[in-house]
């Protein structure tokens, strides 16, 4: 037998140990069920229309069971095109699956466009992630007030109002709070889905001087539609996911009344300006549904949609979209094209790309650049990267800050533009596209959704999307100079290379910095 010794604890100690213990209390209490949830049953997605506008326009597809048709939405002037007449013309359902959704001039004019078809008895459902719903306007939160229109938000906090209190909950809730729904989707009907990277919000739909995004979407019918509505209701139904007015809020109710008027005067006046003007004008329907020149009919897309608990279940294999796109690109034989924003290969990615190159693959990233990234400090988990991929012939590009101008559409031009394109285009033959960034967090940590399609010709037009920001003008090409990074871009249209990271603020070089040296990859 071993004897054990008891040895005096000093009280410096002793306090320390209590304070480890409340901390432990109430990090204990962070790790209890989300919040108190009246039971009720199953809600699922209603059957297709089978009349009106949405449903005639997708009826002259003349699809057979299984196919689908799809089509890439390039233009930021498309995008809003299409959810404001789908929201216009639909009859029976809105199902709309969004991470943010802001209240500026495109998101509140949406949110009139969704109560004026509760209003007509159409069924609205809006699920937000809780990083923007806790925030959600008075006049937003206030469309939940209507028969016809529920929200619900995906992993919610418990403290509602104070900053602070956010904080202390985010680490003594053993970080589920880290876990954000990064997924976008906007159903109309039943009928059609429009999935991609796009939030709602102006810089979304190139709307302002000041910033604008640059990404993809794309309209989907028939089963892939459907699978999209599938994807909805395991989302809507999922234990975290939590109905607005079960929240606790110390704020009165917001005025259903006060908010239908405010919303429908600020549409008014929007709709004043030529470019959301032009938008509503759009035949989007006709335009992008039915013309033969813009669609492709099949059986070879797939919507990709990670399980909403998928930060619950094994962080040492790959599930849901990351492993999909794994497997996607592991059957590259000749090409891969990676877009994305944010980019973070980590060591075993860098280790993975190096296997793909080995075998002769042709590796093509675009990416940010430091000036134009929204996230200067994911920017710096990628910088640390860069060089290994350019010794073993990983071609990169990064997207260099420049005025928008009629490039994507005719929305005013903005003063900085930035990638938000997500997409994987695997020999010129299958293409995704979605939400899932190439990052740690969206392998691990986010949820996140997209478009699979197997069809040259669809993958073709994502290329064409990825060739046009390549060109000089637009984008900056990485090379190695004896171990020294060098940027080649044109200017005033004459060639230039630069030997420092483009970029005129020292504060975005700062976070890419701390970023890159501190132990935070994982999170980026």
């Known amino acids: 037998m071993i004897s054990q010794s008891i040895t005096p604890v000093p009280p410096s100690l002793q306090l320390l140990q209590l304070v480890a213990m409340v901390l432990l209390l109430v990090g204990l209490h962070g790790c209890a069920p989300l919040l108190p949830r009246e039971p009720h049953p199953t809600e699922a997605a209603l059957p297709a229309a089978r009349s009106g506008s949405i449903a005639d326009s997708v009826a002259q597809l003349q699809l057979q069971a299984g196919q689908s048709s799809y089509r890439l939405i390039h233009s930021n002037q498309d995008a809003l095109a299409l959810q404001l007449r789908t929201a216009q013309l639909s009859s029976t359902s809105l199902d709309l699956l969004y991470y943010m959704w802001l209240n500026d001039r495109s998101g509140r004019l949406l949110a009139s466009e969704l109560l004026r078809a509760a209003d007509r008895g159409v069924r609205v459902?809006?699920?937000?992630?809780?990083?923007?719903?806790?925030?959600?306007?008075?006049?937003?939160?206030?469309?939940?007030?209507?028969?016809d229109i529920e929200l619900r938000v995906y992993n919610p906090y418990r403290t509602r109002r104070s900053r602070l209190g956010n904080v202390f909950e985010f680490v003594f809730s053993g970080f589920r709070l880290n876990h954000r729904m990064h997924n976008?989707?906007?159903i109309a009907d039943g009928q059609l889905a429009i999935v991609g990277g796009r939030n709602v919000g102006d810089e979304y739909f190139g709307v302002g001087a000041a910033f604008a995004f640059r990404d993809?979407?794309?309209?989907?019918t028939g089963t892939a539609a459907d699978q999209a509505s599938a994807g909805f209701d395991a989302y809507w139904n999922s234990p975290i996911v939590i109905p607005?007015?079960?929240?606790?809020?110390?704020?009165p109710a917001p005025a259903l009344d006060l908010a239908r008027q405010a919303l429908e005067a600020d549409r008014r006046a929007t709709l004043e300006q030529d470019a959301f003007r032009e938008a509503l004008d759009v035949d989007t329907l006709g335009a992008?549904?039915?013309?033969?020149?813009?669609?492709f009919v099949g059986g070879h897309?797939?919507?990709?949609?990670?399980?909403?608990?998928?930060?619950k279940q094994r962080d040492d294999q790959l599930i849901g979209v990351a492993a999909d796109l794994r497997s996607m690109i592991d059957q590259a034989r000749h090409e891969v094209i990676l877009i994305s924003p944010y980019f973070v290969p980590g060591d075993q990615g860098l280790r993975w790309l190096k296997a793909l190159r080995a075998r002769g693959v042709r590796i093509r990233i675009l990416t940010n650049s430091l000036n134009a990234t929204d996230v200067a400090a994911v920017h710096g988990g990628y910088a640390r990267y860069r060089r290994a991929l350019?010794?073993?012939?990983?071609?990169?590009?990064?997207?260099?800050?420049?005025?928008?101008?009629?490039?994507?559409?005719p929305f005013r031009s903005s003063s900085r533009a930035s990638l938000h394109t997500k997409a994987v285009i695997v020999d010129g033959r299958s293409a995704f596209v979605g939400s899932f960034n190439l990052t740690p967090r969206s392998t691990w940590i986010n949820t996140e959704m997209g478009v699979r399609i197997d069809d040259p010709d669809f993958a073709a037009g994502v290329r064409r999307n990825f060739e046009q920001n390549l060109l000089p003008q637009y984008s900056y090409r990485l090379s190695l100079e004896r171990h020294r990074l060098v940027w080649t871009d044109v200017q005033n249209g004459k060639p230039r290379r630069q030997f420092r990271e483009p970029t005129s603020s020292w504060s975005r070089r700062i976070f890419a910095f701390l970023a890159r040296v501190l132990p935070v990859e994982r999170h980026l």
């Open 125 to 147: 459902r809006m699920l937000i992630d809780d990083s923007y719903a806790r925030h959600l306007h008075q006049d937003l939160a206030a469309l939940d007030q209507h028969a």
């Open 184 to 186: 976008k989707a906007w």
């Open 216 to 220: 993809l979407g794309v309209l989907l």
């Open 244 to 251: 607005l007015d079960q929240l606790p809020d110390k704020r």
């Open 288 to 295: 992008d549904v039915v013309s033969g020149a813009r669609r």
């Open 301 to 311: 897309a797939a919507v990709l949609i990670d399980p909403p608990d998928k930060w």
């Open 390 to 409: 350019l010794r073993v012939g990983v071609e990169i590009h990064e997207l260099k800050r420049f005025s928008v101008g009629r490039l994507e559409s």
